[in-house]
């Protein structure tokens, strides 16, 4: 099992910046990778950025490429997405997942989730 603990969401102004933090616990070795995804009101779960465990591999959505970044830290077991420019269509609810095998943007192929961070983007 994968325990995953997300923090750092907020109500932050157009333009501004946020650090989102994901901490993992438990069997993470055995994952292959981790993401992050966003559910806004009204709208389904979509896929935002992901990393490998090297770290070399970084894939994100087309909306926010170039704005955000995803990174982590293996020794925290922690995954970070840093959050810039950001616009009002960025407020959803933002989750970590992490997953045993393929399958970067689908959220079906994630088998750990964590229990979602508020971000709140004001025009």
């Known amino acids: 099992q994968v325990q995953l603990v997300e923090s750092g969401g907020g109500l932050v102004q157009a333009g501004g910046s946020l650090r989102l933090s994901c901490a993992a616990s438990?069997?993470?070795?055995?994952?292959?990778?981790m993401a992050w995804f966003r559910q806004g009101p009204g709208k389904e779960r979509e896929f935002v950025a992901a990393?490998?465990?090297?770290?070399?591999?970084?894939y994100y959505a087309d909306s926010v490429k170039d704005r955000f970044t995803i990174s982590r830290d293996n020794a925290k077991n922690t995954v970070y997405l840093q959050m810039n420019s950001l616009k009002p269509e960025d407020t959803a609810i933002y989750y970590c997942a992490a997953r045993l095998g393929s399958g970067v943007k689908d959220p079906s192929r994630y088998d750990y989730w964590g229990q979602g961070t508020q971000v709140t983007v004001s025009s």
């Open positions: 438990g069997r993470t070795s055995s994952t292959s990778g």
């Open positions: 990393i490998g465990w090297s770290a070399s591999s970084t």
